[in-house]
């Protein structure tokens, strides 16, 4: 069946023309009751990957928040806020990044609540391919409803982030590591995040995309305007659109190619219809795309030659020495634990490395780039002829 998407232009994060935005997106999807009913509690499964303002673009903005819960809390539901993000999933981990990401704020204003349950819950997955039993979150346990609220934003290890990817937030924390170390292939991976996706099954999904991040996302990218709020009944299409808006083709996002070729949506956009604006009003021909594929894949060597391949020809984490402030948060966070710190700076054993990039992605202060050999592009160039 088709998939509905809804475009609207908005300019700014004026609350007012945020609002006004959504809920013309939603009478487009055909109203509320058709996803969720008067009297259900309903989780706006946010992004807050880490400690983060508005402005710096990583998180979900808190005036798309505001605007959602509003209208949730209008239709007679009882409205949650929540997500796990990178590290521990704890309060005092949640309580500094509800603060900073303005998340606190909404609650306050609107009735709507923070999620305060810690506690992991197991769920049957029967849809799953790789995952077909999960450790989630028990606020899932919590409501009725999930809605999916992601950030339109380029990703150092799975090129793009949105609604599907915005799910993993459903897995605490620390069990994240679990699932990069077992599946550290990127067809591997994705298809869990599918399987998360699918397990988490949101009836709703809207993206912020009135600033994005383009470049080394998800957190050390640069904002970039691209003035809209998408909105759809199916993740995939919504995530399908955004990457058609920024210019990514589909074939360089695991998560796509593989929802494809396991049937959840088709190539391109003609499983989809579109409703408000059109999506090539918001196209884009340079936004920046990471330039991050997949490592190559060795069979067993001698280590001499191990060790010339992982530093030559696969991409990898380098440090900044100058950035960093010594949190060792790259070192709690790396789901292979070969991030070493000595005198408070980090040292990463690159034949145990999987490429994970969680370093990159949890630096407080963005002082972990990827770099990626002048060989293995030569090789990467050479195999896209």
Request: charged share 25%; aromatic share 6%.
């Amino acid at each position: 069946m088709a998939a509905l998407v809804s475009l609207q232009h908005c300019e700014s994060y004026d609350a007012a023309a945020v609002k006004a935005g959504i809920l013309q997106q939603i009478a487009a999807l055909d109203g509320l009751d058709k996803y969720v009913m008067p009297g259900e509690r309903v989780l706006l499964k946010v992004n807050l990957l880490m400690k983060k303002k508005p402005e710096e673009a990583t998180t979900t903005h808190p005036s798309v928040v505001q605007a959602l819960a509003e209208i949730f809390i209008a239709h007679g539901c009882a409205v949650m806020i929540g997500d796990s993000p990178g590290g521990p999933f704890t309060e005092g981990m949640l309580r500094g990044i509800y603060a900073a990401s303005g998340m606190e704020r909404v609650a306050a204003e609107t009735g709507a609540h923070l999620n305060r349950n810690y506690n992991a819950a197991s769920r049957e997955n029967p849809q799953g391919l790789l995952l077909k039993k999960l450790i989630v979150t028990d606020m899932l346990n919590d409501v009725d409803k999930v809605i999916s609220v992601s950030k339109m934003k380029t990703h150092g290890m799975m090129t793009f982030t949105g609604a599907v990817k915005n799910m993993f937030g459903i897995v605490p924390g620390i069990v994240k590591a679990e699932y990069h170390m077992n599946m550290p292939k990127y067809e591997d991976f994705a298809d869990a995040l599918i399987d998360i996706c699918l397990c988490a099954h949101p009836v709703l999904s809207f993206m912020d995309g009135i600033e994005a991040m383009e470049g080394h996302g998800p957190s050390g990218g640069t904002p970039r305007k691209m003035n809209v709020l998408l909105a759809s009944d199916n993740p995939f299409a919504l995530d399908k659109t955004a990457c058609a808006i920024i210019g990514l083709a589909e074939d360089r996002v695991p998560i796509l190619s593989r929802a494809a070729e396991r049937g959840l949506c088709a190539d391109g956009l003609c499983d989809i219809i579109f409703a408000g604006e059109p999506w090539e009003r918001f196209a884009v021909k340079d936004f920046n795309i990471p330039p991050v594929r997949k490592p190559l894949t060795f069979k067993t060597m001698p280590a001499p030659v191990l060790r010339f391949a992982n530093r030559h020809m696969q991409p990898r984490p380098v440090f900044d020495y100058k950035r960093c402030i010594g949190c060792a948060d790259c070192a709690k966070n790396c789901p292979a634990k070969i991030i070493e710190m000595r005198e408070r700076k980090p040292y990463v054993s690159l034949d145990k490395c999987i490429r994970c990039f969680c370093c990159q992605e949890l630096c407080p202060k963005t002082a972990v780039s990827v770099y990626r050999p002048r060989l293995l592009r030569l090789i990467s160039r050479t195999k896209g002829k």
